[in-house]
């Protein structure tokens, strides 16, 4: 749940930096939302390790402000991200932990490939795309399904029964995704792009002016011209 603050931690940001003023819909979605994942987890207790949990959330926060102003390729700036943290975190356990000790079979080796293509590299690809042109409130708010989809798959593959508290939660997080998404369509299109360039407007030449160059009629006398006979 705390790994998860990041739609919280990322609203008044995004509105200082970036003039992404929060949205109705994506305050009450995400409150709401926090408020049913609150309900999954406190039945079971907080456990330990919230600074960490913290302390995570807060560095994407930081990565997805940052990547708003990365202009290169998705694809580079994804590589270089897993290739340079992986080589820390590898740097780190071998230090920590002593060399690895792996069982190359099957199960490891599709479960690996899993993880690191369809789980890690694909799904950074998708988040570094979506930051450079939707709004990071509301983008930030979709996050709080994954504890949703974690219970989920845990009930179809572990077999394992969220309960009443968790059922609750997980439905209450639900609405909230649906309010959201009304909101956001209903919600009128802003000035501003997510770049911040503001979206061209018209001048009152332009708006009364024909092809070539002169005054509308509709708009005062003019005397046109008269064209050359070829």
Not at 41 to 69: D, M, Q
Not at 93 to 102: K, R
Not at 192 to 211: C, E, K, L, Y
């Amino acid at each position: 749940m705390l790994a998860n603050a990041q739609p919280i931690l990322i609203l008044l940001p995004a509105w200082w930096l970036y003039r992404e003023r929060p949205t109705p819909a994506a305050i009450a979605a995400i409150g709401l939302g926090f408020t049913g994942l609150l309900i999954i987890v406190l039945p079971s207790g907080l456990g330990t390790g919230a600074w960490l949990s913290l302390t995570s959330a807060a560095a994407i926060t930081a990565g997805t402000l940052i990547g708003r102003i990365v202009h290169a390729d998705v694809r580079i700036v994804a590589a270089a991200q897993l290739l340079i943290g992986g080589a820390i975190l590898a740097g780190t356990a071998a230090v920590t932990e002593g060399p690895p000790t792996i069982d190359w079979n099957i199960r490891f080796i599709l479960t690996l490939l899993f993880l690191s293509l369809v789980g890690t590299a694909a799904t950074t690809v998708a988040w570094f795309t979506e930051i450079g042109r939707a709004r990071l409130d509301l983008l930030a708010a979709w996050t709080l399904l994954v504890p949703v989809f974690g219970i989920l798959l845990s009930l179809l593959i572990l077999r394992e029964d969220p309960g009443l508290w968790g059922w609750i939660g997980t439905v209450i997080v639900l609405i909230a995704m649906a309010l959201l998404a009304i909101g956001s369509r209903r919600s009128e299109p802003s000035a501003v792009t997510a770049t911040g360039n503001r979206a061209p407007r018209a001048s009152a030449d332009h708006a009364t002016s024909d092809p070539d160059g002169l005054p509308d009629e509709n708009h005062g006398p003019r005397s046109r011209p008269e064209r050359k006979q070829r």
